[in-house]
T-cell receptor
Framework: GAGVSQTPSNKVTEKGKYVELRCDPISGHTALYWYRQSLGQGPEFLIYFQGTGAADDSGLPNDRFFAVRPEGSVSTLKIQRTERGDSAVYLC?????????????FGPGTRLTVL | AQSVTQLGSHVSVSEGALVLLRCNYSSSVPPYLFWYVQYPNQGLQLLLKYTSAATLVKGINGFEAEFKKSETSFHLTKPSAHMSDAAEYFCAVILWNGQNFVFGPGTRLSVLP
């Protein structure tokens, strides 16, 4: 019924800390995507899950970023040793089957601020 | 690799005037193309998409876009702007066998009374 939800909506942390961002996709959607949107820019792809596995993680900027989707539904994006440059809105999207023609439904995002 | 350009980071139109938001893409093969709208503090919402059927695509809220392969363009239009159309608009491309969007930088549309 409900759309994609993301928690928290806002997260403020200090440089060097660890953060977790959560995404609840639309029920029944097998594909899940994470994007990052910096101020004044379009979203940039981070990682794509098909079911429980990360089918494409080529967009993760470095090894401080990691994401999981252990049961093929909820996903968590994890950022270690946060840096000020990580500040952005992190968007999650899901689609029915991950086909290129499928509509990706986006959540409202988590605004991460690293002080 | 694909890329998307959106000419004009900010476009202003008067209420009732034509809306034209430009999108050009670069891709080794014709991609699928999408337009999304983002209202303040909300997630991206699909306006319309081209997936190799009709080249003129109609979407929600009176918007439409035409895929022109020769011009590598997918411009978004609306005959008459409404105040509620004020938002950020993003064009995105994906290859037929692709798995993720490549987004343009966005165009902020302002509608003046």
């Amino acid at each position: 019924g409900a759309g994609v939800s993301q928690t928290p909506s806002n997260k403020v942390t200090e440089k060097g800390k660890y953060v977790e961002l959560r995404c609840d996709p639309i029920s029944g959607h097998t594909a899940l995507y994470w994007y990052r949107q910096s101020l004044g820019q379009g979203p940039e792809f981070l990682i794509y899950f098909q079911g429980t596995g990360a089918a494409d993680d080529s967009g993760l900027p470095n090894d401080r970023f990691f994401a999981v989707r252990p049961e093929g539904s909820v996903s968590t994006l994890k950022i270690q040793r946060t840096e000020r440059g990580d500040s952005a809105v992190y968007l999650c999207a899901s689609s029915l089957a991950g086909q290129a023609t499928d509509t990706q439904y986006f959540g409202p995002g988590t605004r991460l601020t690293v002080l | 690799a694909q890329s998307v350009t959106q000419l004009g980071s900010h476009v202003s139109v008067s209420e009732g005037a034509l809306v034209l938001l430009r999108c050009n893409y670069s891709s080794s093969v014709p991609p699928y193309l999408f337009w999304y709208v983002q209202y303040p503090n909300q997630g991206l919402q699909l306006l319309l998409k081209y997936t190799s059927a009709a080249t003129l695509v109609k979407g929600i809220n009176g918007f439409e876009a035409e895929f022109k392969k020769s011009e590598t363009s997918f411009h978004l239009t609306k005959p008459s702007a409404h105040m509620s159309d004020a938002a950020e608009y993003f064009c995105a491309v994906i290859l037929w066998n692709g798995q993720n969007f490549v987004f343009g930088p966005g165009t902020r549309l302002s509608v003046l009374p």
